[in-house]
């Protein structure tokens, strides 16, 4: 059984940063790519950054040049550092990796709260 826990959410005033982590652990499998999405009650999950398995990352528009992932895939953990965060990217963020089949897995997900 595959288990993603993230860690790092919290409170935080505009301008601020926060470092999310998200570790994998339980049966082998292959990954394909490891991410972080953000989803309110009600609302369409966003795809905020993904790493994927060769070196390529996306990020969303919304977070360029504030957000970075990293990930290490031979301790199978993932890391979001958020800087610059405004009350925009207030949200519950879940960690998310595909296996090679796409198959996807979700962590239980760590709230963001940026306010002043």
């Known amino acids: 059984q595959v288990q993603l826990v993230e860690s790092g959410g919290g409170l935080v005033q505009p301008g601020g940063s926060l470092r999310l982590s998200c570790s994998v652990s339980?049966?082998?499998?292959?990954?394909?790519?490891m991410g972080w999405h953000r989803q309110d009650p009600g609302k369409a999950r966003e795809l905020v950054a993904r790493?994927?398995?060769?070196?390529?990352?996306w990020y969303a528009d919304s977070v360029k040049g504030r957000f970075t992932i990293s990930k290490d895939d031979a301790k199978h953990t993932v890391n979001l550092q958020m800087n610059s965060l405004n009350v925009e990217d207030t949200s519950r963020y879940y960690c998310?990796?595909?296996?090679?089949?796409?198959?996807?897995?979700w962590g239980q997900g760590t709230q963001v709260t940026v306010s002043s």
């Open positions: 339980g049966s082998r499998f292959s990954i394909n790519d």
């Open positions: 790493a994927i398995r060769g070196g390529s990352i």
């Open positions: 998310i990796v595909r296996d090679g089949d796409f198959r996807e897995y």
